[in-house]
């Protein structure tokens, strides 16, 4: 779905209704495979909704916005969106979802190529948070897929490139297949000109040679893999070119700024300020307010935080909380070769690190795959039958506690 639509910006907001409508089409499709465990999750993110809602009451002002209220439905959205996906696990199996995801992630780095083609950029504005035509266009050039923004995509592509290590792992890919897959997704992560992905990328992979370290070759090949490409690009943006995307590259490099960091480590001193002065129950979701007063917001945990205190910030790892128990129970387990496994990795580092920028929780379009694949990939540990009971039911599935 594009985010311009002739003059109609598709943005969070909008999404979000769409999201709500799909998701309870999907429930009410498949309503007859929910489990208990899946309206426990509805009904604790009904009261984060119903708290946020009365936060909301009483701190509304004449500014009030609708966004103001949708906000407060975030809790209630994301849950529908993850029994969808729950749902979604028991028709669809997770290698169909890896196939899928390398496709998506192959083809959303391919469509960005296209900054490098002006002919192509009508079509590539319809995707794009700032557009050909902005004062400074370096924003455009910055690789970002359909998704809109270049840090959300650098962040999905990491996850992308885990879901290829995974099928090397569980030699379902050749090498020289891998290659040439991992690289070229690489390279899309290196000109979304992303650092926190960046960032998000060494720690995701020290994490999984650490979890996994009988792969370790595998991991330091793909550690050259990226060393290589960094040294490519790196001559690449110094050298006389002609493409108008690597001068402004190229601009950048002669001229860094420090971009919006130092506007997100303001935002977690206010959220500590406003935490120490007594506003426990946050501020509400007063956008025009906030808007006016301190800009657009960047950290997730600042949103939560300061627009509803500590409530905000239980809402948010309730999630985290969930993910690292997955994450936990399958390294017990020793289940690490498989979809949820690599999906929670990744995301519970998103959660707690990317938290400081824009998370992957909370952007535009990336919500909704997020909690889309968290309940797909946990379907099949948060059921009422326990993994050691498939364990014992189906022995010829795995092999040393892991998923063939």
């Known amino acids: 779905m594009p985010i311009s639509i002739g003059s109609i910006r598709l943005l969070n907001e909008p999404v979000m209704i769409i999201s709500l409508l799909v998701s309870c089409m999907l429930i009410l499709v498949y309503g007859n495979r929910i489990s208990k465990s899946t309206f426990f999750f509805l009904l604790v993110n009904l009261v984060f909704t119903l708290l946020f809602i009365l936060i909301l009451i009483f701190s509304v002002d004449a500014d009030f916005l609708l966004k103001d209220f949708v906000e407060c439905l975030k809790p209630t959205i994301y849950a529908l969106i993850f029994i969808s996906g729950w749902l979604l696990s028991k028709r669809y199996s997770q290698d169909q979802a890896v196939r899928f995801i390398l496709i998506a992630g192959v083809l959303s780095v391919l469509f960005s190529y296209l900054v490098f083609y002006p002919a192509a950029y009508p079509l590539v504005d319809l995707y794009k948070a700032r557009q050909s035509t902005a004062e400074n266009p370096f924003h455009f050039f910055r690789f ?65 040679v650490v979890s996994i370290p009988r792969h370790r070759v595998s991991w330091v090949v793909t550690f050259f893999i990226f060393w290589g490409l960094v040294l490519f690009l790196g001559l690449l943006f110094f050298i006389d070119v002609e ?162």
């Open 144 to 208: 970002s897929g359909t998704l809109g923004y270049p840090g959300g995509f650098g962040y999905w592509l990491v996850f992308v490139m885990q879901v290829s290590l995974l099928q090397l792992y569980r030699g379902v890919t050749a090498k020289k297949l891998f290659l040439l897959q991992y690289g070229f997704l690489l390279s899309g992560l290196i000109l979304s000109g992303s650092r926190g992905a960046l960032l998000i990328y060494i720690i995701v992979n020290l994490m999984t």
């Open 243 to 404: 493409l108008q995307a690597i001068k402004h590259f190229q601009a950048v490099l002669d001229a860094p700024s420090g971009g919006t960091f130092q506007h997100r480590a303001s935002e977690l001193q206010g959220l500590i300020l406003s935490l120490s002065q007594g506003y426990l129950l946050g501020h509400g979701p007063s956008n025009s307010e906030i808007l006016d007063a301190h800009g657009p917001i960047e950290s997730v945990y600042y949103f939560y935080g300061y627009k509803f205190g500590l409530v905000g910030l239980v809402c948010y790892f309730f999630w985290v909380s969930l993910v690292a128990f997955i994450y936990f129970r399958l390294i017990i387990a020793n289940q690490k070769l498989n979809l949820t496994f690599f999906f929670c990795l990744w995301a519970l580092i998103n959660m707690v690190v990317a938290g400081v920028s824009n998370s992957i929780t909370e952007e535009y379009k990336s919500f909704y795959m997020f909690f889309l694949l968290l309940g797909f990939t946990s379907g099949g540990i948060l059921d009422s039958s326990s993994m050691q009971s498939k364990r014992q039911s189906n022995p010829i599935l795995y092999k040393d506690g892991i998923p063939r």
